[in-house]
């Protein structure tokens, strides 16, 4: 069973939201500007999170990602900006482009050793973001990934990790170790 797309779009009312254990996919859109949500529980039926699902959900300040869940697609939290809990329990492969965009209150971050791939911008913009954790299965980190995340200070990359191509962050504020060259 799914929650439709846009089902819930724009009821700037809704402050809190169960959602029921026999769910298990979130469509694109679905809560997009609930300004309002300020709890919300995914239940570890859920095992996808559509686009934009949670788009400008500016009140929600806590949310688990369920061990179910695999894929956060584009956009989907984007501009949660008073977000500043964020727990990913092992199950997640990988974090759609700009899925975390503007989560502004954002201060830390452990990735599980799960993921795979972190798309273009995924945490673009989470500018009170100060710890970031970034496990040894993570193959991909996209373009601008990290763009705006000006009080980063505490950065765990895995030994790995080559670091990225700086041609493809052009204009980002974030940087990385420059990709190591093999000779």
Not at 108 to 122: C, F, Y
Not at 150 to 177: E, H, M, R, Y
Request: proline share 5%; aromatic share 6%.
């Amino acid at each position: 069973m799914s929650i439709g797309r846009n089902a819930f779009a724009g009821c700037r009312s809704l402050s809190s939201l169960d959602i029921p254990n026999n769910v298990t996919e979130i469509r694109d859109g679905t809560f997009d500007g609930c300004g309002s949500l300020m709890t919300l529980s995914i239940p570890a039926s859920v095992t996808q999170i559509g686009q934009g699902t949670f788009v400008g959900c500016s009140s929600l300040t806590s949310l688990t990602i369920p061990e179910s869940v695999t894929c956060i697609k584009d956009s989907a939290f984007d501009v949660c900006s008073s977000l500043r809990k964020l727990t990913f329990l092992p199950g997640l492969l990988s974090i759609g482009n700009y899925a975390f965009a503007g989560c502004s209150s954002l201060t830390r971050l452990d990735i599980p050793n799960s993921v795979t791939e972190i798309g273009d911008g995924a945490f673009d913009g989470c500018s009170s973001l100060t710890s970031l954790t970034i496990p040894e299965t993570v193959r991909k980190i996209g373009p601008c990934a990290f763009d705006g995340c000006i009080s980063l200070t505490n950065l765990q990359l895995p030994k790995s990790f080559g670091g990225v191509d700086a041609s493809q962050n052009d204009g980002c504020d974030a940087s990385f170790p420059a990709k190591r060259r093999r000779t």
